[in-house]
């Protein structure tokens, strides 16, 4: 049970203090990234009028996630912010399921990943609240129904990081952990290979459409 507790860790002496960087973190995460990357451009690289397989799983992640998210806003804000929305989850989706595979782990396990999308989530949500209806009608909302709630409000938007990116991690990470237990328990027969694609395939896609929609509804709640 060594690896419950191990992290590869890359230290950077800066002015007189050191910057800890998750080196699995980092790499694991420029993997799913490079892995995006090839899938796009195959996808979008040459397109057909009889789709290949690639094409038509590429479209059809756009087409739902656009729809979603027009649904969500306007045809006008669902343009502007959908494709935001299709990396998002096509990222988290990819970072959930990437620890199938042997020797891979998730970024999504390690807080820094979730909270930081969760961060670019809640500052573009207010962005867009601002720029929709203006710096006094996006204050006012603060102090609704009564001035007096106006701390209570600020408390739930901050309220809303903490409980979309502690979701997503301690789901994955809670998942690691039960397969990693288990795996010593019965000297991975049967029960871990099962357990790993239960959390891999069908917990990492529920939980990487729940935080895509919930970022989704944080912006559209800024917008009306």
Known sequence: MKELGRIHQLIIPFFGHNLTFNLEVIIM???????LLVFGFL??????????????MGELFISQLFALTEDALDKELGKKYAPLICALFMFLLLSNWIGIIPYMHEPTKDLNTPLSLGLLGFFISHYVGIKTKGFKAYIKTYFDPFFFMMPLNVIGELAKVVSISFRLFGNIMG??????????LVYSVLIP????????????????????????????????
């Open 29 to 35: 995460t420029w993997i799913v990234m490079s892995i």
């Open 43 to 56: 996808a979008a690289g040459k397109k057909r009028i009889i789709p290949g397989p690639i094409q038509v």
């Open 175 to 184: 998942g690691s952990i039960i397969i990693l237990v288990v795996s010593y």
């Open 193 to 224: 290979p099962f357990l790993n694609v239960f959390f891999g395939i069908f917990v990492g896609a529920i939980q990487a459409f729940v935080f895509t929609m919930l970022t989704l509804v944080y912006i559209s709640v800024q917008v009306k």
